[in-house]
């Protein structure tokens, strides 16, 4: 039996099929609506748990700080969010083409 090669793998990025551009915006326009919902979200979950633990524990400041809690999480997860989607944009942005004249 013959051998056939396989085909080779490019690792060039611009090689591979591009997405549809209309996904592509889709999927950037849910990131945002993430973001736009997830910080007051994630201040009221604090806040209704920390009025549950205020009634059940006859406290009145387990609130503010359930507040502040969930905010500051949010924050967080926020600033993680659009770090990661920063770190996805410049990789693609950098990887283009070389010239024979570059040296790495």
Do not use: C
Not at 5 to 20: H, Q, T
Not at 26 to 52: D, F, H, N, S, T
Not at 54 to 83: K, N
């Amino acid at each position: 039996m013959p051998f056939n090669r396989p085909i080779p793998e490019s690792d060039d990025p611009n090689d591979r099929p591009k997405s549809p551009g209309g996904i592509a915006s889709l999927v950037e326009a849910e990131k945002m609506v993430q973001i736009a919902i997830l910080l007051p979200l994630a201040a009221v979950i604090g806040w209704l748990i920390g009025a549950w633990l205020d009634g059940r524990l006859h406290q009145t400041w387990i609130g503010m700080v359930g507040i502040l809690f969930g905010g500051v999480s949010g924050l967080v997860y926020v600033v993680r969010l659009v770090m990661n989607a920063g770190a996805k944009s410049e990789s693609g942005a950098s990887a283009g083409p070389k010239d024979a004249d570059d040296k790495p």
